[in-house]
């Protein structure tokens, strides 16, 4: 599969709900299992509970250092942040994805962003500390044309 956006976030940004620079931008672990979908809108909708991983040191992270910026040589917006980290994360179970959300204030009102499983996925855990890096080009981009 390649990445994907969930419908409710393409929803949000043509509501003009959608602060790339300002929102609660997190990012959660998918294990192998959980199947992308574009009509799940929250957190909650991610079921069952087991397909976000649970091996020991894994937490949630919240995006830090979020800017946008203009682009246009290549005629778009970017959205990037500091890279999460998630730290040492015990051995057993296997990253397939990453999937970003807005925190709201629980995971049934937390709504979905995106889900990325390119770019070193699936990757097993093995005791090694886990860091997304972000392109270049940001964790975003909205194309112009």
């Known amino acids: 599969m390649a990445n994907q956006v969930y419908n409710i976030a393409l929803k949000k940004l043509a509501d003009g709900l959608l602060a790339f620079g300002t929102a609660d931008i997190r990012v959660l672990l998918v294990k192998v299992g959980y199947v992308f979908n574009p009509d799940h809108d929250f957190v909650a909708d991610l079921t069952p509970g087991s397909n976000e991983l649970t091996v020991a040191g894994y937490a ?12 246009d040589t290549n005629d ?53 500390n886990v860091k997304i890096q972000h392109g270049a080009n940001g964790y975003a981009f909205i194309l112009g044309q």
């Open 76 to 128: 778009r917006a970017t959205a990037d942040s500091a890279d999460p980290d998630f730290g040492a994360l015990t051995a057993g179970e296997t990253i397939d994805a990453a999937v970003y959300f807005v925190q709201v204030t629980n995971d049934a009102d937390s709504w979905l962003l995106g889900y990325v499983d390119t770019g070193g996925y699936p990757l097993p855990t093995n005791g090694g």
């Open 60 to 71: 949630r992270q919240a995006l830090g250092t979020q800017t946008t910026a203009v682009d």
